[in-house]
């Protein structure tokens, strides 16, 4: 090829050019003429199935619903894939079935929660008239529909856009049964998809019967009843098979909503209720007007509960602490009926409660405060008492543990103790001038600045500014280093909400929890060591074996503040008590340190202090959002701690705050207020001392050390975790496991007053 002469060459390469020209030209229009011939071919055979007229229009729709048909499949499963993963776990019915009884930390019955699903009354055994109110209110064709009632949810469209708003529920029975097993009560769309689907697929499983039988069972009936016969258990002191029409027809009328129509609550509006039940009755046809004419002239009358104190905002949270223990059980373990002793001192409950309601009807319409919460607590976390809200029965919210509200300057000790990780010391200068961070630029309360002081008087009297130069500082001039750094001092602490980086984050923008800000508060006490609040001492199963104990089995404290830091805040939050913004929670001969918050427009009024033996926080406001009548943390909620922390402080052993000298009558003033005539607080009953209840915790532990060698326990927990719990448990106690235990156990231990 190389010995042929160029030009030979060229030509060469020519004709293979052309040679592939053509190839491709001949290719290209074989394929066009193949596929001309094959539509053709196609055109020729389809015509044999060429239609006109009304047939043609038939296919043109068959055509048109296919293809919308298959979107719509690919769309509802896209939306039915959430829901059905709900259902993943083939264990959905049992972990409905937690029913756990609640003691006290003394061993007292404080209340149940949960359901305990069982066969003790069959369907067949409910009053008919119980059974016809029910589905005349709730779902009259039941037994019609395939778990969505497509002509009810229609009329109920209709008539709640006539009326502008929503007059009627358009959901069946099941899909109310779907909510109750899977979702929440959030109003969104998306909870109602998932709503409808979760019925189809329960109408796939069970029978209309099962279906029924569960939702008498499991619906909420209020004042802490599941189903129908707890209810009536709870409002009529007979079981669910004895109850008569007027009284099913009051039972019935609860599923739409057992709070307002609690005859615990609102006796008018239940009795109201339920003679829309009777007439549900009447119009369904189940019963004539002379059948329901009794009931109506003769309305059920419930028990009066008036004097049951039932702390059921601190039950509502201990329920909740004890489903996420129970998943933390092996897998082995079946058992869903459980004994759980709680650190609930009923005593300082009481206490609580009556303060809160004291101050809201002395001074609520005076403040224009409706709401408040508290929470007091061991400095170890256990929380000895609970107030969610003025008035459990008329809303169940529990403010102490959901609600996010902005906690104002009691949020600067988190400032503060950043402020002496970083090199402060409680003498240091600061300097109380205007600042601005942007646009922003804070103010004092009051007005006006100080100038130079000591970080203690800056703490001591709630300075504004000061506040949010420490947050510059202690990021070396970056104040969103700064601020990065006093979350992660929140965060160690115990702080887990969500707290978004903002110029007014130092004092106190961004929303807390009253559970976590009191957890928080601990660490000081604590010199440093984070704990987490916790409702849950022990769990038994139902027969009465230990499965669980929280001074064995739950977190241990961490290192959250060095041990000096959390001294110095001590001192600091001391001086707030004794001559700053919170002088009104002072307690007479007993030491305590803590922090006033007052938010923006008096929308929200903190005071978190505590003692050497218990941290609390109370908090009044309004759920509205709506300001009050200038209330400040220094007023109502310094006054309720001082009302509830003097009951709780008589007849213990007071514990010395650490870095804060005990005045010399401490003591004498502890045991004064143990007199009869002493009308300052209610009195506070002698209890067991710490070393006698120390004495009855080694006893118990040796009773179950015992147990577990006399006979194999239930296949609950592992050979290596009972190992591991019975070594913790001698280390602990330093006691040997023998017979001369118990004697050496109760050797020397006195009994008296103490916490």
């Not at 729709?61 to 829901?83: D, F, I, K, Y």
């Not at 109408?203 to 909420?220: G, P």
């Not at 002239?297 to 129970?326: I, Q």
Request: charged letters at 25%.
């Amino acid at each position: 090829m190389d010995e042929l002469p160029p030009e030979t060459r060229r030509q060469w390469l020519k004709r293979i050019l052309l040679g592939f020209d053509a190839w491709v030209d001949f290719s290209v229009f074989r394929s066009a003429t193949g596929l001309r011939e094959s539509y053709e071919r196609f055109s020729t055979f389809m015509d044999r199935f060429h239609v006109s007229g009304w047939r043609r229009w038939a296919a043109e729709l068959a055509s048109e619903g296919a293809t919308l048909g298959l979107a719509g499949g690919v769309v509802m499963l896209a939306l039915a894939t959430p829901a059905f993963e709900m259902t993943q776990d083939g264990d959905w019915l049992k972990k409905s079935e937690l029913a756990v009884t609640f003691l006290d930390r003394y061993g007292n019955e404080i209340g149940t929660r949960g359901i305990r699903h069982n066969d003790s009354i069959p369907l067949d055994q409910f009053p008919d008239h119980l059974i016809k109110a029910v589905l005349a209110t709730e779902d009259r064709r039941f037994y019609d529909h395939f778990g969505i009632d497509v002509p009810g949810t229609l009329r109920a469209l209709v008539t709640n856009a006539q009326a502008g708003g929503v007059r009627q529920g358009g959901s069946s029975l099941t899909q109310q049964l779907a909510k109750n097993l899977f979702l929440s009560n959030e109003r969104t769309i998306d909870r109602k998809i998932k709503e409808a689907f979760l019925a189809m697929w329960l109408e796939s499983r069970l029978t209309k019967n099962e279906i029924l039988k569960l939702y008498l069972d499991r619906a909420y009936m209020g004042g802490g009843a599941f189903g129908v016969d707890a209810a009536a258990q709870f409002y009529f002191n007979k079981s669910a098979r004895d109850v008569n029409l007027a009284e099913a027809a009051m039972l019935a009328g609860l599923f739409k909503a057992p709070s307002k129509y609690s005859p615990a609550n609102n006796l008018p509006a239940a009795r109201a209720r339920a003679n829309v039940v009777l007439d549900n009755l009447v119009d369904t046809g189940f019963m004539t007007e002379g059948q329901v004419f009794g009931a109506r002239r003769h309305p059920a009358t419930p028990v009066d509960r008036r004097a049951d104190r039932a702390p059921n905002y601190y039950l509502d949270y201990a329920f909740d602490e004890m489903k996420k223990l129970v998943d933390t059980f092996p897998k082995s373990m079946t058992e869903r009926v459980f004994v759980v002793r709680t650190s609930l001192d009923t005593g300082i409950q009481n206490v609580a409660d009556n303060a809160v309601e004291t101050m809201l009807r002395q001074y609520g319409q005076e403040y224009h405060a409706s709401q408040a919460n508290t929470v007091i607590m061991d400095v170890d976390g256990s929380v000895r008492a609970m107030v969610g809200g003025r008035d459990y029965g008329a809303s169940q919210f529990n403010r102490a543990t959901d609600a996010m509200r902005q906690p104002g300057s009691s949020f600067k000790p988190y400032v503060y103790a950043t402020a002496l990780e970083h090199g402060f010391k409680p003498e240091s200068i600061v300097v109380d001038a205007p600042i601005c961070l942007g646009n922003w630029c804070p103010h004092n309360y009051g007005g006006g600045y100080r100038g130079s002081m000591t970080l203690i008087t800056a703490l001591t009297h709630s300075i504004n500014t000061v506040a949010v130069r420490l947050s510059v500082a202690v990021g070396d001039g970056n104040a969103k280093l700064g601020r990065s750094r006093i979350i992660k001092t929140a965060r160690d602490m115990g702080i887990t909400t969500p707290l978004p980086d903002t110029p007014s984050l130092p004092i106190g923008a961004d929303a807390v929890t009253m559970i976590e800000h009191v957890g928080a508060y601990a660490t000081f006490p604590n010199l440093g060591m984070a704990v987490k609040p916790h409702a849950i001492l022990e769990v038994r199963t139902g027969d009465g074996n230990l499965i669980w104990r929280y001074d064995r089995d739950g977190p241990k404290p961490r290192r959250a503040l060095p041990a000096n830091v959390a001294a110095g805040m001590i001192k600091m939050m001391n001086s707030v008590v004794e001559n700053g913004t919170a002088r009104r929670a002072r307690l007479e001969g007993i030491a305590a340190a803590g922090k006033t918050g007052t938010t923006n427009d008096y929308r929200d009024a903190w005071f978190m202090g505590y003692t050497g033996n218990f941290v609390g926080g109370v908090w009044f406001g309004n759920d509205d959002y709506t300001s009050t009548n200038r209330m400040t943390g220094g007023a109502l909620p310094a006054m309720t701690w001082h009302t509830i922390m003097e009951y709780a402080h008589q007849g213990i052993e007071l514990k010395q705050l650490p870095g804060v000298a005990v005045p010399e009558r401490a003591r004498e003033v502890a045991a004064r207020s143990n007199k009869p005539d002493d009308k300052a607080a209610p009195r506070r009953p002698t209890l067991l001392s710490k070393r006698g209840a120390e004495a009855l915790v080694h006893v118990e532990k040796l009773l179950d050390d015992a147990s577990r060698t006399m006979a194999p326990l239930r296949p609950t927990v592992s050979d290596d975790t009972k190992k591991r719990a019975k070594v913790s448990e001698i280390d602990s106690s330093g006691v040997p496991e023998n017979g001369d235990a118990l004697a050496s156990a109760l050797e020397g231990h006195a009994f008296g007053s103490s916490n």
